[in-house]
């Protein structure tokens, strides 16, 4: 997955806001978790209604396919507050191209979004080394740019998919320690 450009002519890294914040770097652990098990990476959305965290995967062909899919998903998905995006990528530095976890996110009515990435390193017995920091990548695309501000919905005003929607194996686990831990 590395048919995307994120711009980032500024030095300054902008304030993400903090539900944001935390549901990328928690797209980023989850995706962490998987490399370092040895599970590749099919990019995948994290999305934020109510007090639920949803993930919903987007496996394609492409790089494109996956995109539209994620965008597809997160465009429509009254009653969420923000969403990350999530994929296995690269980043070129001032070093050279970087191996990264890419994660990019916004909240509903943003102009644009925010990239964050955990760099890592592949050695040759194939260990990952994963730097100890996410850093601030640059803006993306904002899926929810054209949704209006987040609302506080009445249960039955949000899509049903995003109130009974039913856990895949093993998301149970991630996701009640997203909510015990980052207060999601």
Same mark, same amino acid.
């Given at each position: 997955?590395? @048919? #995307?450009?994120? %711009?980032?002519?500024?030095?300054?890294?902008?304030?993400?806001?903090? =539900?944001?914040?935390? *549901?990328?770097?928690? $797209?980023?652990?989850?995706? /962490?978790?998987? *490399?370092?098990?040895? !599970?590749?990476?099919?990019?995948?959305?994290?999305?934020? *209604? /109510?007090?639920?965290?949803?993930?919903?995967?987007?496996?394609?062909?492409?790089?494109? +396919?996956?995109?539209?899919?994620? =965008?597809?998903?997160? #465009?429509?998905? #009254?009653?969420?507050?923000?969403?990350?995006?999530?994929?296995?990528?690269?980043?070129?530095?001032?070093?050279?191209?970087?191996? $990264?976890?890419?994660?990019?996110?916004?909240?509903?009515?943003?102009?644009?979004?925010?990239?964050?990435?955990?760099?890592?390193?592949?050695?040759? @017995?194939?260990?990952?080394?994963?730097?100890? !920091?996410? $850093?601030?990548?640059? =803006?993306?695309?904002?899926?929810? %740019?054209?949704?209006? %501000?987040?609302?506080?919905?009445? =249960?039955?005003?949000?899509? !049903? #998919?995003?109130?009974?929607?039913?856990?895949?194996?093993?998301?149970?686990? $991630?996701?009640?320690?997203?909510?015990?831990? +980052?207060?999601?």
């Amino acid at each position: 997955m590395a @048919d #995307r450009n994120i %711009e980032n002519a500024s030095t300054e890294v902008p304030e993400i806001p903090e =539900e944001l914040e935390r *549901v990328l770097v928690f $797209a980023l652990d989850e995706a /962490k978790e998987k *490399v370092e098990g040895g !599970e590749d990476v099919i990019p995948f959305t994290t999305l934020v *209604v /109510k007090d639920n965290l949803f993930l919903e995967s987007h496996p394609g062909d492409s790089a494109e +396919e996956c995109f539209e899919a994620a =965008e597809k998903n997160v #465009r429509g998905a #009254r009653g969420a507050t923000c969403y990350a995006f999530c994929y296995d990528g690269y980043i070129e530095t001032d070093d050279g191209v970087k191996d $990264a976890l890419i994660a990019e996110g916004g909240v509903p009515g943003a102009e644009d979004g925010y990239a964050i990435a955990y760099l890592y390193e592949v050695s040759d @017995d194939g260990a990952f080394t994963f730097e100890s !920091e996410a $850093a601030y990548i640059g =803006e993306a695309p904002n899926f929810m %740019e054209n949704l209006k %501000e987040p609302v506080d919905y009445a =249960e039955e005003e949000i899509d !049903e #998919r995003y109130l009974e929607e039913e856990e895949e194996p093993g998301e149970t686990d $991630a996701v009640e320690e997203a909510e015990d831990s +980052e207060g999601i």
